[in-house]
């Protein structure tokens, strides 16, 4: 059984501005609730950044449609199931395959070969999806072909806040209603949103949790906002605020949805050397290896100092493995990691 933990928003907010003992505090009590809800294991999803061609302008992002300093590419479907087989190899339960956003015909149905193809040459590859915003009927193709899990931020839970990171023609209410439709097909569903980007406040952060858990999600990513040169909206607080506060956001949201799967991101680590490691020990139960070739890797910066460009995937295997034993927990090989928070849900028959 899990506990139904209400917490209000005032409380929320004092606890995402904990610093210090309080915030020691904090964290311990959301590792405790992790470590009985979900013992101390660390799941991986291998992050295959397949592409950053975009027709999306978000005004905080690196890879906007229009920034015209970066190369753009699409990984073909040999390189992919290549970056597949490493997974494989390595014993990654997982895969993410994410890019920039597309709805065209041609990239749909690439992707949903290369789902059919990795499903059938990798059947025991759990897949993720993140690629955005699609219809109905585009979801329900992709989970047909096979992938089980799919992510889609919402960047902020505030519709007006929302407005002020995208132009015109991108809608929350557009968002919002993807996130029902991946819920209704039968996805587990993951969201999250940017800690600290423009206009942001902590009520906002506040809230951000409460609609995690209004829509029920199975799984959430949240990294710090970090400006990238050729993005229009800069970082307007400190680094390290917006470092402590996801941190803190973590362990709110841990404290709040005990089951769901929670992503120590790799913003974290670009902000400090070892901002995984503090993201497990704030209660995060999920980290995603960078398996993107390395020849791509510099191309796919969606803000600044992104870690891990430089390393090979391999080396980013080592790596994190030796990060998650080195807070004492346990790096979970070849198994899916499923939300526990999922099964849960679709055994109580959820509403969407
Ligand atoms: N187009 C896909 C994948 C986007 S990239 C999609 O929308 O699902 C994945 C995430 O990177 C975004 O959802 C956003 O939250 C995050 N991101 C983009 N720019 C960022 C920045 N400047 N700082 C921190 N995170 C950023």
Not at 16 to 41: F, T, W
Not at 274 to 285: D, K, Q, S, W
Not at 286 to 305: A, D, H, S, W
Request: aromatic share 10%.
């Amino acid at each position: 059984m899990v506990r139904e933990i209400c917490i209000s928003k005032e409380e929320l907010i004092e606890n995402l501005e904990a610093k210090g003992l309080k915030q020691k505090d904090l964290h311990a009590k959301a590792v405790n609730i992790r470590d009985e809800y979900l013992s101390k294991n660390v799941y991986f999803r291998g992050l295959i950044e397949f592409s950053n061609i975009c027709n999306n302008d978000c005004f905080y992002c690196g890879i906007r449609k229009s920034n015209h300093h970066v190369k753009r590419y699409l990984m073909s479907k040999d390189e992919i199931l290549e970056a597949v087989e490493f997974c494989n190899k390595a014993d990654y339960g997982s895969i993410v395959l994410q890019s920039g956003e597309r709805r065209d015909k041609k990239f749909v149905n690439f992707v949903i070969e290369v789902v059919e193809e990795i499903k059938k040459r990798f059947p025991k590859a759990g897949i993720t999806l993140c690629i955005g915003e699609l219809n109905k009927k585009v979801y329900q193709k992709f989970f047909d072909a096979g992938a089980h899990r799919y992510l889609l931020r919402i960047e902020t839970s505030n519709k007006r806040h929302y407005e002020k990171l995208h132009p015109r023609e991108m809608s929350f209410e557009a968002r919002k209603k993807c996130l029902k439709n991946l819920k209704d097909i039968g996805f587990q569903v993951g969201t999250g949103i940017m800690v600290g980007s423009p206009f942001q406040r902590v009520e906002n952060l506040a809230d951000d949790l409460l609609f995690f858990k209004e829509i029920d999600v199975d799984m959430v990513g949240m990294g710090p906002f970090i400006s990238h040169q050729y993005a229009p909206l800069k970082v307007d607080g400190n680094n390290k605020r917006n470092f402590n506060l996801s941190l803190n956001m973590i362990a709110c949201l841990r404290i709040l949805m005990p089951d769901i799967n929670i992503a120590a991101t790799t913003a974290l680590q670009a902000l400090h050397p070892e901002g995984r490691e503090y993201g497990l020990n704030a209660g995060a139960n999920v980290i995603m290896p960078l398996v993107t070739p390395k020849r791509y890797r510099e191309y796919y910066q969606l803000y600044n100092n992104k870690p891990c460009i430089e390393e090979s995937s391999s080396e980013c295997l080592n790596c994190i493995t030796q990060r998650i034993k080195s807070v004492g927990l346990i790096p979970k090989f070849g198994e899916w990691g499923d939300s526990l928070h999922y099964f849960r849900r679709i055994k109580n028959g959820y509403s969407s």
